[in-house]
Nanobody
């Protein structure tokens, strides 16, 4: 059973930075899609950034501020978030697709506030 564990969330001031990490365990295979979603209070979950094969996709709202990267050897995907603002507040979830199976992490809370 694949498990995804996120870390790195927390409280940050507007304009600050955070780096999220997501480690996949329970498999030695790399997912064909892996990335990050977020859910703000009262809103639906939305894509933030993800790898789809060799293609990287970003939400328009984070382009130029967020950067996704991965370490295959460590089965880890990262999300570097810079120039954070209040609209970035929410629970950030790691997601991975292994064939037809879709997995989610438990989420890590990011709060942007002064």
């Amino acid at each position: 059973q694949v498990q995804l564990v996120e870390s790195g969330g927390g409280l940050v001031q507007p304009g600050g930075s955070l780096r999220l990490s997501c480690v996949a365990s329970g498999t030695s295979y790399s997912p064909h899609v892996m990335g990050w979603y977020r859910q703000a209070p009262g809103k639906e979950r939305e894509l933030v950034a993800r790898y789809a094969g060799a293609i990287i996709e970003y939400a328009d709202s984070v382009k130029g501020r967020f950067s996704i990267s991965r370490d295959h050897a460590k089965m880890t995907v990262y999300l570097q978030m810079d120039s954070l603002n209040a609209d970035d507040t929410g629970v950030y979830y790691c997601n991975a697709l292994y064939g037809p199976s879709n997995y989610w992490g438990q989420g890590t809370l990011v709060t942007v506030s002064s």
